[in-house]
């Protein structure tokens, strides 16, 4: 069967992905983000976040992975939305989206990314996935949101984002 090239090819009932987590600390105008420096997404800016281990919760993993991404610990967590990944080589990643309030230590580099807090007006979007200027926005705004994404590569195909009341 050829690779989807638009959403509605993708069996979203039945569809799978990796659970994941991301965190965006967002305190007094500017937010938390980090250069990845290896695995999906090397080189692009984005927040800390990864894989849930087996039989943690994605707010317990949100905390670990910022933790070890980091250096910093995020507190004041609330679950901002959901994203699903689908990506023409198979692969798919079921993303749990977390929005801080504070961050307790400060942020340093690791083998894994370079932190930085950046002003909201100034947030990178192009040095971002594509996907980010879709959702992101409604995330600093405190709107929740459910997006789809399908991606060949780094290049995002199609989209859906839904908004939820």
């Given amino acids: 069967m050829p690779a989807p090239r638009t959403l509605s090819e993708i069996d979203w009932p039945r569809w799978s992905g990796v659970e994941c987590t991301l965190v965006f600390v967002v305190r007094g105008g500017e937010v938390l983000l980090m250069r990845k420096k ?5 080189g692009k800016i984005n927040a800390p976040g990864g894989k849930l281990d087996a039989q943690e919760s994605p707010l317990a993993a949100a905390i670990r992975e910022t933790r070890e991404e980091v250096c910093a610990v995020p507190s ?4 901002a939305g959901r994203n699903r990944f689908h990506f023409t080589d198979g692969s798919a990643i079921d993303v749990h989206v977390f929005r801080a309030s504070a961050l307790d230590g400060t942020p340093a580099p690791t083998p894994e990314a370079d932190p930085f807090w950046s002003p909201l007006e100034k947030i990178p979007y192009a040095e971002m996935w594509e996907d980010d200027a879709l959702w992101l926005p409604h995330l600093l705004a405190r709107r929740r949101f459910s997006g789809r994404f399908l991606f060949d590569g780094d290049r995002m195909l199609d989209w859906a984002l839904e908004l939820p009341d």
Avoid at 38 to 42: M, P
Avoid at 76 to 79: A, P, T
Wanted: hydrophobic content about 35%; aromatic content about 0%; proline content about 0%.
């Fill in 38 to 42: 290896r695995g999906l997404g090397a």
């Fill in 76 to 79: 004041g967590l609330s679950r």
